[in-house]
């Protein structure tokens, strides 16, 4: 906790020109993210020599932090958690033979463009590929190489039409990129259509804007998505840190509006690959009642290798969460199978072995 404030202060004096109202205005927030290499190489007095490396990368994925992201961060430590998940890092251009840009072959389990049907009950629309700020972790940051895009009109249609025609998906995930970037009028004319058809039982959003740009989730956003519910949210918390004030007063709008909140962690080295950091984070999460849903195994994404953990180091920091933290506070560790199989338990549940 002392920790925390510490780091919001140091946050507000960076900005301490910057008026209150500008601040938890999200469109402000967004003009004013990080963008160019120049105001990149500004903040965190990058090496001139690394320039050109530097240029090279962020034309090959996308960059962006939010002025809210940065202020929760010790700029000038590279080490620092919540740096390490958005400035741009040498070693995502580095070649490696274990990692490709589409390892669960996301891209040939489209029935139409951007929507994957891998499991029969549930679909996955990705209707935009913009983000409030690029995770360098994400694995989908193949999708990075093209511009910024929302699926048009036409192309939802076609998604709503798909859906219609399946009767066995009663879920679907409006997922992305943030589907929270796009505009407000077409994600309720969106979730307007698909509610419309009647197989279709649950909504689920997942979106990282509570963790990386908290004044997104406004009265007048939650107003709406509540007319669509059961609505689910899922979110992206990865570390203690990131459970700020407005990071939980907009997990408390969400929850007040009937629209329950689930966290997906990524376990991630550096950020938070030890027990206690973990214990942190899913207790934090608990106290602002949202339910650690899964903690993900990195893929063999391209560009991410430098987050990667074995699996044996993720076994020992969650096999002995059982039995000695509640287990509202235990997500599924998961590995999603390269291939395109299907997601995974990693556990082992220590007991198992007398059974
Ligand atoms: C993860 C995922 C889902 C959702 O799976 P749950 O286990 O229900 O969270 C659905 N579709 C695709 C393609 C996915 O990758
Ligand atoms: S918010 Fe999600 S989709 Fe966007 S960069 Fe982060 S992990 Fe990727």
């Known amino acids: 906790m002392e920790k925390q404030s510490f ?4 946050g507000e004096k960076l900005f301490s020109h910057i008026s209150r109202d500008e601040w938890n205005d999200w469109r402000w927030q967004l003009r004013h993210r990080i963008r160019t290499l120049d105001h990149l190489r500004e903040m965190f007095e990058l090496p001139e020599s690394d320039r050109e490396a530097f240029q090279e990368l962020i034309e090959t994925y996308h960059m962006s932090v939010t002025p809210y992201y940065l202020s929760l961060m010790n700029r000038f430590d590279v080490t620092d958690p919540f740096r390490l998940q958005c400035v741009p890092d040498l070693r995502e251009l580095q070649a490696s033979s274990r990692c490709v840009d589409d390892p669960l072959q996301e891209e040939r389990t489209m029935p139409v463009p951007d929507l994957i049907h891998r499991y029969p009950d549930r679909c996955l629309a990705m209707v935009t590929s913009a983000c409030a700020l690029y995770c360098r972790h994400c694995n989908r940051k193949r999708r990075w190489r093209n511009p910024e895009k929302f699926v048009s009109r036409d192309g939802l249609l076609r998604m709503a039409r798909y859906i219609e025609s399946r009767e066995t998906i009663r879920e679907v995930i409006i997922s992305g990129g943030d589907p929270l970037m796009m505009n407000l009028n077409r994600l309720e004319w969106f979730l307007e259509t698909i509610r419309a058809i009647d197989h279709v039982e649950i909504l689920r959003i997942g979106t990282r804007m509570p963790v990386v740009l908290p004044m997104k989730i406004t009265g007048d956003l939650c107003a709406l998505l509540k007319k669509y519910r059961p609505l689910w949210i899922v979110t992206q918390f990865n570390h203690p840190g990131e459970i700020t004030t407005e990071a939980a007063r907009a997990c408390e709008m969400l929850l007040e509006h009937g629209l329950p909140v689930c966290n997906q962690s990524v376990l991630l080295r550096g950020i938070n690959d030890s027990h206690a950091v973990m214990k942190d984070l899913l207790y934090g ?3 602002i009642s949202v ?14 290798e430098h987050f990667h953990v074995d699996v044996e180091t993720g076994r020992r920091i969650m096999d002995d969460f059982w039995g000695n933290i509640s287990g509202l506070c235990i997500p599924r560790y998961v590995y999603d199978l390269p291939g395109g199989g299907g997601k995974v338990p990693l556990e082992a549940c220590p007991s198992k072995k007398g059974l």
């Open 285 to 287: 999460l608990q106290r």
């Open 7 to 10: 780091r919001r202060r140091a």
């Open 291 to 304: 339910k650690p849903y899964y903690l993900f195994h990195c893929e063999p994404v391209r560009g991410t």
